[in-house]
């Protein structure tokens, strides 16, 4: 079965290059706000996050509280997710049908009739 690539909900290539930035570049108050955020011990949902990666990509994203720091998280497209989430359940869902319906009075002529509380553990 082929595996999953997990994919950004929200991205956009650019032509930019986010490395190209000093801090002197940056405005005064984007420098505050930016101080604020990162001394801050707590999630803010006032803003909206974005990161630049290496090959000039603006993905989008939230922040994650873990042990006190702050982590970045792209947010992932949630139809990738559950149907990797089904792709890896229905192999258990088919072995538990095929156990049922084989363990089952009504489908089969090998066994003796099995007692619905056995039948259904």
């Given amino acids: 079965m082929k595996h999953i690539v997990p994919k950004i909900n929200k991205s956009y ?7 190209a930035i000093s801090n002197i570049d940056l ?3 984007s420098k505050k706000i930016i101080e604020e955020y990162n ?3 707590s999630i803010n949902d006032d803003y909206d996050l974005a990161a630049f990666t290496s090959n000039r990509q603006l ?11 702050k982590n970045f998280i792209p947010e992932l497209d949630p139809s990738v997710i559950y149907f990797s989430s089904a792709q890896m359940f229905s192999k258990m869902i088919y072995n538990y049908k095929r156990d049922l319906l084989s363990q089952s009075s009504l489908f089969t002529t090998k066994k003796e009739a099995q007692s619905l509380d056995v039948t259904v553990k």
């Avoid at 290539?13 to 490395?19: E, G, H, P, Q």
């Avoid at 993905?59 to 720091?69: D, E, L, P, Q």
């Fill in 39 to 41: 001394n801050s011990k």
């Fill in 13 to 19: 290539k650019t032509s930019f290059d986010a490395s």
């Fill in 27 to 29: 405005p005064q108050k």
């Fill in 59 to 69: 993905v989008f994203g939230f922040h994650y509280m873990h042990k006190g720091n």
